[in-house]
Every structure is written in C-alpha cells, then in structure tokens.
C-alpha cells in the first residue's frame, strides 16, 4: 500500500477534549440568552396586558362627597357633581396602570386597545369640558364665561400624542388644575366667580353633541361587521367597512366612550335633577344609564369576535352598536322631553 494510499484509509481523527470543552459553553450561551428573551417577552406581555385592563365605574356621587370633604349629598353645590365626575375622568386617563398610553413610545407602539379607549374617553371628556365652559356654568350667551373653565378646555384639546415638551399629561394635569380651582370657587358661593345654571336648554346643548357622538359610533360599529352602503352628492354607491386590523380599535374607542358617558348621566341625574323631575324625564335619563352600564359589560375573549350572521362566534361589534344604538334612541327622547315638557 502507498503511502498516499494509507494516508487516505486512516480512520477520522475523534475531537479533542479541548475541542468539546469549548462547545459547550457556546451551547450553554444559546440557551441562556433563549431563557433571557423568553423571561423578557413573558415580562412585557405581562405589562401589556396589566396596562391594557378597563377602568372600572366610579360612584360619581361618593368621589364627589370625598373630593369635596362632606358628609351629605345635600352639602354639595349644584354642578358640584358632573364638575367632579370630569376630574376623575381626567385623573383616570392620567393615573390607571401604565398611565395615559397613548403617546408612549414603548410599549405603547405594541397596544391599541387601550390608546383606543383612551381616545373615545378623551373626546366625551373634552365635549363635556366644553359644555361646562360654554353652557353650564354661564348665565346666557352675553355674560362672562368663567376664568379657570376658559384655561381648562383648550388643554384638554391638546394633542394627545406628544411625548415631547410639552407633554400630553403636562398638559391635562393643568387642565385638570384649572378644573378643580373652578370646584373650589363653586364649594365657596361667596367668592361669586363660578356658577352652574342646570336649566333645559343648557343640557340640550349638550345632548346634541351626545346624540352625534353616538350616531357616528354606532354608525362605524356596524361598518366594522357589514358593508355600508352610502351615496356621494352625486348619487353614486359608495360601499363602506371598517379594514379588518381596525375592528377592535373601533370597538375599544366606543368602549371609552361609554364608559365616560355613563359618569357624565349619572351626574346630570344629580345635578340637574329638578330640572328633570319638572319634565318627567328622570325614567329616560335612568334609562341611558342604564344602557351605558350594560355596554361596560365583561369582554371575556382574548379577540374582538365579530361572527358573521347567525353562526357560532358572537358578534361584538354590533352588540357594542345595539346598546349605544339604544342609548341614543333615549337621548333623542330626553332632548324632545326637555323642549317640550
């Protein structure tokens, strides 16, 4: 045999010690650093799903009394109420878990749901500011407009997406000041810079911004679930559904609505109670409540289902547009109520 020939036929030389100590450490490395993401992504779907729980409904009544430091019910200024119910909207937004999600960058940019009910709550927040500003807490169309209600409402106009000076929270936190200076000239009647007129045609104008809030939820709801169908100017068809990755945004935005809603009604059943029981109206506003209340019921799905016709998944889109469909179909009667009682 050659020489070339017993080199070829030699048997593969085996690895060294040396050789398979050091491949352990790499693989050791491998399956640390796998453990370290594991833990790491396990973390932040934790976080996630703790900031992306709801706000639960509050006593407007009790966080009204405990706010302003009384006793009874009766002790509290007229206005007292609905004021108070916007400062703890206002405070939730800012102090649920994660704080206001909306603008942050991380992990905000993984989460919709929550920045989505975050703006549905916001926009209801910012109609009732402006109604307290420009109707509630004004005598008529020429009189004064109070100092701290004109500071408040345009902060709470600011951009809900800043993260950068000026920041959005910054911001609401001085509405929110403002707000809460208002209360405290409203608890004192002898300073005479706040009042609160709960006449009809002040809650009017507020129940038709409410009633078109709700025309427009519910009308998007449904164009999540099933083609709508609309006509241009000129005639032609124009076919409307909400993309499929928008389903749930639509859904949680009008889940945030709601849920400041029913606050803002319960408050108005309060505040504007004689008003009310003057016009047999206390049965509907009760009502809405109530409609609001069982829109906030428990999703218990990890997904927003929204099932097609009579078939096995739940339809929670147009569940979502029946109660505020119904809620709106009461407000219309409040708002006739209150012109014609």
Known sequence: ????????????????????????????????????????????????????????????????????????????????????????????????????????????????????????????LRDAASTLRNNFARAQSQSKENFDLSKAEPLFYFDNDSWILPTTEGEYQLGLKHLKNYMKDLKDPESGNAH???????????????????????????????????????????????????????????????????????????DFHDTLQGKAALATVRRIVHEFEDSQAAVLSPMILNGDGFGIFANYSLTMANYITRANAATLDLRDLLIRG
């Open 196 to 270: 609160f007129y709960a006449r009809a045609d002040n809650l009017i104008q507020y129940l038709d911004v409410v009633i078109k809030r709700l025309g427009s939820l519910s009308h998007r709801l449904s164009a999540s679930s099933i083609q709508k169908h609309q006509y241009d100017l000129e005639g032609n068809i124009l076919t409307v559904k909400t993309p499929w990755l928008e389903v749930d945004d639509v859904f949680y935005e009008a889940r945030g609505a709601t849920w400041a809603l029913v606050h803002t009604f319960r408050a108005i059943e309060i």
């Open 1 to 124: 045999m050659s020489t070339l020939e017993k080199i070829h036929s030699r048997p593969p030389a085996l690895p060294s010690k040396q050789t398979a100590v050091a491949e352990k450490p790499k693989r050791g490395a491998k399956y640390t650093l796998a453990a370290v993401v594991a833990v790491l992504g396990l973390i932040l779907y934790l976080i996630i799903w703790y900031w992306s729980l709801e706000s639960k409904l509050f006593d407007v009544t009790e966080e009204a009394m405990k706010r302003a430091d009384v006793q009874d019910v009766k002790d509290l200024p007229e206005g007292y109420i609905f004021s108070n119910a916007l400062a703890e909207i206002v405070e939730t937004l800012l102090n649920k878990p994660g704080g206001f999600i909306f603008n942050d960058i991380f992990p905000g940019v993984l989460m919709d749901n929550m920045p989505s009910w975050e703006y549905g709550a916001l926009v209801m």
